[in-house]
């Protein structure tokens, strides 16, 4: 039972590199979401899908793109990645009718 | 804006004591809160709540909503060494469904 995927677990990036975090779920779940973590600050939202062909902003959107091609797949996109998105990331993904988050393992970034 | 705020952010104490975590929220056409626990990797949840005054159990932790007030509280009686983890309060809305806006966390200690 696969759950919430998300790959890699860890990268290192330089300043102004790009990169792309998979996501995927095997559960049919309708949203899928990206949060980023940092110390003391809980999860702050990304972006968000409802549905396949459908994204939306979060809270800290700059720097990131979205797209949901798929259901089962929502991967989260750095165009040029800066210091100040080191962080933790995670994936979730949930029922349209349920409000319980499943969430991937997370993925570690560091930006040089 | 929808927001969350949790209280205190951390504590420490000795097994066995009794904790109580506190949330309380703002948002607008309010459809859930709900509890997570999270040690090293990614949150688990705990609970949902939707209704005033319906308390959920489970085991040693239980919690309770209060709409009228706009909180919520997550008790653990006879506290374990297993239940050190940064436990986080996320609230939805009908109106932004898959989208869930988390407080801080609180981060508990438990000192055999």
């Known amino acids: 039972n696969a759950g919430v995927t998300q790959t890699p677990k860890f990268q290192v990036l330089k300043t102004g590199q790009s990169m792309t975090l998979q996501c995927a779920q095997d559960?049919?779940?309708?949203?899928m979401s990206w949060y980023r973590q940092d110390p003391g600050m809980g999860l702050r939202l990304i972006h968000y899908s409802v549905g396949a062909g459908i994204t939306d902003q979060g809270e800290v959107p700059n720097g990131y793109n979205v797209s949901r091609s798929t259901t089962e797949d929502f991967p989260l996109r750095l165009l040029s990645a800066a210091p100040s998105q080191t962080s933790v990331y995670f994936c979730?993904?949930?029922?349209?009718?349920?409000?319980?988050?499943?969430f991937g393992e997370g993925s570690r970034l560091t930006v040089l | 804006e929808d927001k969350v705020v949790q209280s205190p952010l951390s504590l420490v104490v000795h097994e066995g004591d009794t904790v109580t975590l506190n949330c309380s929220y703002e948002?607008?056409?309010?459809?859930?809160l709900l509890w997570y626990k999270q040690e090293k990797k990614a949150p688990t949840f705990l609970f949902m709540l939707?209704?005033?005054?319906i308390e959920k159990k489970s085991g040693r932790l239980s919690s309770i909503l209060d709409k009228k007030e706009l909180f919520s509280i997550l008790n653990i009686t006879a506290t374990q060494t297993g239940d050190s983890a940064i436990y986080l309060c996320?609230?939805?809305?009908?109106?932004?469904?898959?989208?869930?806006?988390f407080g801080d966390g609180t981060t508990l200690t438990v000192k055999p």
């Open positions: 939707t209704s005033s005054g």
């Open positions: 948002v607008t056409n309010f459809r859930s």
């Open positions: 996320a609230v939805e809305a009908w109106t932004n469904a898959g989208k869930s806006t």
């Open positions: 979730a993904s949930s029922l349209v009718n349920t409000g319980e988050l499943f």
């Open positions: 559960m049919n779940h309708e949203y």
